[in-house]
């Protein structure tokens, strides 16, 4: 089996209100920071995962996304999946 070491990014899709980046935006102006525009808020997870190959790591991590890490009707995600040497 081998090692890899994996990051996960999730964001909202465009077409979905992301209150939490107005939110940050909002106080981004309060601050003077007139500049700021555009803000979206997303989740950044790490993990580590053992797999026979990287097609079989790419895969259950597309499961895992799928099915517990993102929610597929909002939010779009994308992952940097990288060998750990033993």
């Given at each position: 089996m081998k090692k890899y070491s994996v990051r996960v990014y999730v964001t909202l899709r465009a077409s979905v209100l992301d209150t939490a980046g107005t939110a940050v935006e909002s106080g981004l102006h309060q601050?003077?920071?007139e500049g700021?525009?555009?803000v979206r808020i997303g989740k950044y997870i790490e993990?580590?995962?053992r797999a026979e190959s990287q097609e079989k790591a790419?895969?259950?991590l597309h499961e895992m996304c799928d099915k517990?890490?993102?929610n597929p009707v909002i939010e779009n995600y994308r992952f940097e999946?990288?060998?750990v040497e033993a």
């Open positions: 601050l003077g920071y700021v525009e555009g993990l580590s995962l790419e895969a259950d517990l890490l993102s999946l990288n060998p």
